[in-house]
C-alpha cells in the first residue's frame, strides 16, 4: 500500500454513518494513500465499526454533540492541532474526493511557496438505483486564481470573486490559525462560517483553482459532492435554516453581531500578514465586503453600520496568530501524479454499495 504523509484528510462527521462507511469502504478498495483523521460529532462512538477498513489508515476522535455551532467550532479548533502533516484537506462523509487531483495539489503546493491553497473544480453527482450519474461542475464559474502581494487584496478579489475553498488543500498551520480564529470570534449561523472560511484561505497566501485530472468526465476535478435528493432530504430543514435567501439572511436579527466577528476574525488575519493598523483592517473588508452582493449594496451597506454596535479587539487574537508561519515554506517530498482511473473504481463501489 503507498504511503504519503505530506497531506491528512481530515474527515468532519456528524451522524449519517451510511454515508460515513459508503465513503470509507471506497477509500478502503482503492488503498488511500493519505491518512484520514476523523472529527466526530454525532451521536455515538463509531470505533469498532471502522476496524474492518484495513487499507486506511485512520486516527478517530470522538467529540461531544454537535449540539450547537460552538460546538463544531470547538471541535474544529481542537482536532486541527492533532494534524500533523505539511498539508491537509477537510472532507465531508456524504461527498468523494479524486485521489489523484489531490496529489497534483499537493505538488503545486511543494513547488509554489507562495500559494496556500490549491484546489479543481467540484463535480456534481447524482446517485439513483446504485449507479453513479455525473452532472456539472459547481463553485467553478470564476476559475483563476486569487493571487495578490497582500492580504487585503487577496480579500477584495475574493469578495470580487468569490472562491469556494472549503475543500482546499491548504497548508496545515494556515488550517489551523483558520479555526482557532472562527473559534474565537464563533458566529451564530454557518454561512458566515463557510465564509469565513473562504476569506481567511486566501488571507495567508494566494489560492490556486485549476487542477488538471484527466481520469474523470471533466477535465479539471478533484471533489464530487452529491446533490441527489436521498442527500437533501437527509439534511432536511438543518441547511435550509442555516442557508435562506441572502436578502432574507441579511435581514437577521442576529446578522449584524455576526458581521462584525467575521469582521474581527478577517481584520485579525489582515493585521497579522500585512502590518496593517487593526481599524484600518476593518475598514478595508467592510468596503470589501460590499462588492459581494453588489445587487444589495444599499441594504448591506446600512446593516454593516449596525455592525459597529459590536467591535473587537485585535489582541484576542494575537496568541493564535503568533503560531502561523508565512507561505514561504516548501514540503520536501516531492508528490507526482499517478496515472489510474479512480472514476471506473468510484462507479464499482458505488454498485456495490
Given at each position: 500500500?503507498?504511503?504519503?504523509?505530506?497531506?491528512?484528510?481530515?474527515l468532519?462527521?456528524?451522524?449519517?454513518?451510511?454515508?460515513?462507511?459508503?465513503?470509507?469502504?471506497?477509500?478502503?478498495?482503492?488503498?488511500?494513500?493519505?491518512?484520514?483523521?476523523?472529527?466526530?460529532?454525532?451521536?455515538?462512538?463509531?470505533?469498532?465499526?471502522?476496524?474492518?477498513?484495513?487499507?486506511?489508515?485512520?486516527?478517530?476522535?470522538?467529540?461531544?454533540?454537535?449540539?450547537?455551532?460552538?460546538?463544531?467550532?470547538s471541535?474544529?479548533?481542537?482536532?486541527?492541532d492533532?494534524?500533523?502533516?505539511?498539508?491537509c484537506?477537510?472532507v465531508?462523509?456524504?461527498?468523494?474526493?479524486?485521489?489523484?487531483?489531490?496529489?497534483?495539489?499537493?505538488?503545486?503546493?511543494?513547488?509554489?511557496?507562495?500559494?496556500?491553497?490549491?484546489?479543481?473544480?467540484?463535480?456534481?453527482?447524482q446517485?439513483?438505483?446504485?449507479?453513479?450519474?455525473?452532472?456539472?461542475?459547481?463553485?467553478?464559474?470564476?476559475k483563476?486564481?486569487?493571487?495578490?502581494e497582500?492580504?487585503?487584496?487577496?480579500?477584495?478579489?475574493?469578495?470580487?470573486?468569490?472562491?469556494?475553498?472549503?475543500?482546499?488543500?491548504?497548508?496545515?498551520?494556515?488550517?489551523?490559525?483558520?479555526?482557532?480564529?472562527?473559534?474565537?470570534?464563533?458566529?451564530?449561523?454557518f454561512?458566515?462560517?463557510?465564509?469565513?472560511?473562504?476569506?481567511?484561505?486566501?488571507?495567508?497566501?494566494?489560492?490556486h483553482?485549476?487542477?488538471?485530472?484527466?481520469?474523470?468526465?471533466?477535465?479539471?476535478?478533484?471533489?464530487?459532492?452529491?446533490?441527489?435528493?436521498?442527500?437533501?432530504e437527509?439534511?432536511?430543514?438543518?441547511?435550509?435554516?442555516?442557508?435562506?435567501?441572502?436578502?432574507?439572511?441579511?435581514?437577521?436579527?442576529?446578522?449584524?453581531e455576526?458581521?462584525?466577528?467575521?469582521?474581527?476574525?478577517?481584520?485579525?488575519?489582515?493585521?497579522?500578514?500585512?502590518?496593517?493598523?487593526?481599524?484600518?483592517?476593518?475598514?478595508?473588508?467592510?468596503?470589501?465586503?460590499?462588492?459581494?452582493?453588489?445587487?444589495?449594496?444599499?441594504?448591506?451597506?446600512?446593516?454593516?453600520?449596525e455592525?459597529?454596535?459590536?467591535?473587537?479587539?485585535?489582541?484576542?487574537?494575537?496568541?493564535t496568530?503568533?503560531?502561523?508561519?508565512?507561505p514561504?515554506?516548501?514540503?520536501?517530498?516531492?508528490?507526482?501524479?499517478?496515472?489510474?482511473?479512480?472514476?471506473?473504481?468510484?462507479?464499482?463501489?458505488?454498485?456495490?454499495?
Amino acid at each position: 500500500m503507498e504511503i504519503n504523509d505530506n497531506l491528512t484528510i481530515l474527515l468532519v462527521l456528524k451522524d449519517r454513518e451510511s454515508y460515513t462507511h459508503r465513503l470509507m469502504g471506497y477509500l478502503n478498495k482503492i488503498s488511500c494513500p493519505f491518512k484520514i483523521l476523523i472529527a466526530d460529532g454525532g451521536t455515538k462512538d463509531i470505533t469498532t465499526s471502522l476496524e474492518k477498513y484495513k487499507n486506511v489508515r485512520c486516527e478517530y476522535v470522538k467529540y461531544p454533540y454537535d449540539q450547537t455551532i460552538k460546538h463544531f467550532t470547538s471541535k474544529m479548533a481542537d482536532v486541527v492541532d492533532k494534524i500533523t502533516t505539511p498539508l491537509c484537506m477537510v472532507v465531508d462523509n456524504d461527498d468523494f474526493f479524486v485521489i489523484e487531483g489531490i496529489k497534483h495539489c499537493v505538488e503545486f503546493l511543494r513547488t509554489h511557496p507562495q500559494y496556500s491553497t490549491a484546489r479543481g473544480a467540484m463535480g456534481a453527482i447524482q446517485i439513483h438505483d446504485k449507479h453513479l450519474h455525473f452532472e456539472k461542475n459547481i463553485y467553478s464559474i470564476y476559475k483563476e486564481p486569487i493571487v495578490g502581494e497582500t492580504a487585503a487584496e487577496r480579500i477584495l478579489d475574493q469578495s470580487k470573486h468569490f472562491h469556494g475553498n472549503w475543500h482546499a488543500v491548504i497548508r496545515t498551520d494556515h488550517l489551523q490559525a483558520t479555526y482557532k480564529l472562527i473559534d474565537l470570534w464563533c458566529p451564530s449561523n454557518f454561512r458566515f462560517i463557510e465564509q469565513l472560511v473562504g476569506y481567511l484561505y486566501v488571507a495567508w497566501g494566494n489560492g490556486h483553482r485549476t487542477i488538471e485530472t484527466p481520469n474523470i468526465p471533466f477535465p479539471e476535478g478533484y471533489y464530487l459532492h452529491e446533490t441527489s435528493t436521498q442527500r437533501v432530504e437527509l439534511d432536511g430543514n438543518t441547511l435550509a435554516s442555516h442557508f435562506p435567501p441572502q436578502d432574507e439572511w441579511i435581514h437577521s436579527d442576529y446578522w449584524p453581531e455576526d458581521f462584525a466577528k467575521m469582521t474581527n476574525a478577517i481584520a485579525a488575519a489582515i493585521c497579522h500578514i500585512d502590518g496593517s493598523n487593526w481599524n484600518d483592517a476593518r475598514h478595508h473588508f467592510k468596503k470589501a465586503y460590499l462588492h459581494k452582493l453588489p445587487d444589495l449594496q444599499e441594504l448591506l451597506e446600512r446593516r454593516i453600520g449596525e455592525s459597529e454596535n459590536f467591535r473587537g479587539d485585535y489582541t484576542f487574537a494575537k496568541a493564535t496568530l503568533n503560531k502561523i508561519t508565512p507561505p514561504n515554506e516548501i514540503i520536501k517530498q516531492s508528490i507526482l501524479p499517478t496515472a489510474k482511473s479512480e472514476w471506473e473504481s468510484l462507479r464499482n463501489h458505488i454498485g456495490e454499495c
